[in-house]
């Protein structure tokens, strides 16, 4: 198990979030693992967070879905995660059941991530810095989960909707039931520029103008659990 600690939270909210992608296939021994971790390490409520809805992007774009098989498959997938990790912890951690949490898109506060999304949407598209960030991040992305394919240029800017959806629970954590997380445990295979890119924006002078429009203050505790 490879844990590294991103950022440190100067917060003291204990509620912690795990990031689930639906194209990610964590292996059972490793999601007992995540899990585990997760219990180990706050005193708070665990919310697994499953992002089934906005996966439907992923299926467009990557897998030539229409828009119809595109979010049926996305949210069909998100339901047999749910159930995979509702028998995981109701088998191996059954006296944590009422602090453990499995959401959904839907259930987290999108009224704020969607307006946080516009603002990160025009970044995108007008500066340059910014967008080649994200576009190379999707790029090493997808050629890791799909055997080195390659998108071009128009697929790219598509599939960045995806991150630029994700981005405000990284940079701010997520709300569920009127209650903030602000521990983030993101699996992953390897260290990733996301991480990178979070940190840039709330500390470099490149990105003081988004960080303003955003209303951010201090970043997260992030935490990158590392699959392999």
């Given at each position: 198990?490879?844990?590294?600690?991103?950022?440190?939270?100067?917060?003291?909210?204990?509620?912690?979030?795990?990031?689930?992608?639906?194209?990610?296939?964590?292996?059972?021994?490793?999601?007992?693992?995540i899990i585990k971790y997760?219990?180990?390490?706050?005193?708070?409520?665990?919310?697994?967070?499953?992002?089934?809805?906005?996966?439907?992007?992923?299926?467009?774009?990557?897998?030539?879905?229409?828009?119809?098989?595109?979010?049926?498959?996305?949210?069909?997938?998100?339901?047999?995660?749910?159930?995979?990790?509702?028998?995981?912890?109701?088998?191996?951690?059954?006296?944590?059941?009422?602090?453990?949490?499995?959401?959904?898109?839907?259930?987290?506060?999108?009224?704020?991530?969607?307006?946080?999304?516009?603002?990160?949407?025009?970044?995108?598209?007008?500066?340059?810095?910014?967008?080649?960030?994200?576009?190379?991040?999707?790029?090493?992305?997808?050629?890791?989960?799909?055997?080195?394919?390659?998108?071009?240029?128009?697929?790219?800017?598509?599939?960045?909707?995806?991150?630029?959806?994700?981005?405000?629970?990284?940079?701010?954590?997520?709300?569920?039931?009127?209650?903030?997380?602000?521990?983030?445990?993101?699996?992953?295979?390897?260290?990733?520029?996301?991480?990178?890119?979070?940190?840039?924006?709330?500390?470099?002078?490149?990105?003081?103008?988004?960080?303003?429009?955003?209303?951010?203050t201090e970043p997260i505790?992030?935490?990158?659990?590392?699959?392999?």
């Amino acid at each position: 198990m490879t844990i590294k600690i991103i950022n440190k939270a100067k917060c003291n909210n204990t509620n912690l979030f795990i990031g689930i992608s639906i194209g990610k296939e964590i292996p059972l021994p490793k999601l007992k693992e995540i899990i585990k971790y997760a219990i180990n390490n706050t005193s708070g409520k665990i919310a697994v967070l499953i992002a089934d809805e906005i996966s439907k992007i992923n299926n467009q774009v990557v897998n030539g879905y229409s828009s119809g098989k595109s979010i049926k498959n996305a949210l069909e997938d998100g339901n047999r995660y749910s159930d995979t990790l509702k028998t995981t912890i109701n088998t191996n951690f059954k006296k944590f059941e009422s602090k453990i949490h499995i959401i959904k898109w839907k259930d987290i506060d999108n009224k704020k991530i969607n307006i946080q999304k516009n603002i990160l949407q025009k970044e995108l598209d007008n500066n340059d810095a910014f967008r080649k960030e994200i576009f190379f991040f999707i790029s090493e992305y997808v050629k890791r989960r799909h055997n080195g394919k390659v998108l071009s240029e128009d697929k790219l800017y598509k599939l960045s909707e995806y991150i630029l959806f994700e981005l405000p629970t990284l940079l701010e954590g997520i709300k569920y039931n009127s209650e903030d997380y602000k521990i983030f445990l993101y699996p992953t295979y390897k260290e990733t520029t996301m991480s990178k890119l979070i940190l840039d924006i709330f500390t470099k002078n490149k990105y003081k103008k988004l960080k303003d429009k955003l209303k951010l203050t201090e970043p997260i505790t992030m935490i990158e659990y590392y699959i392999n």
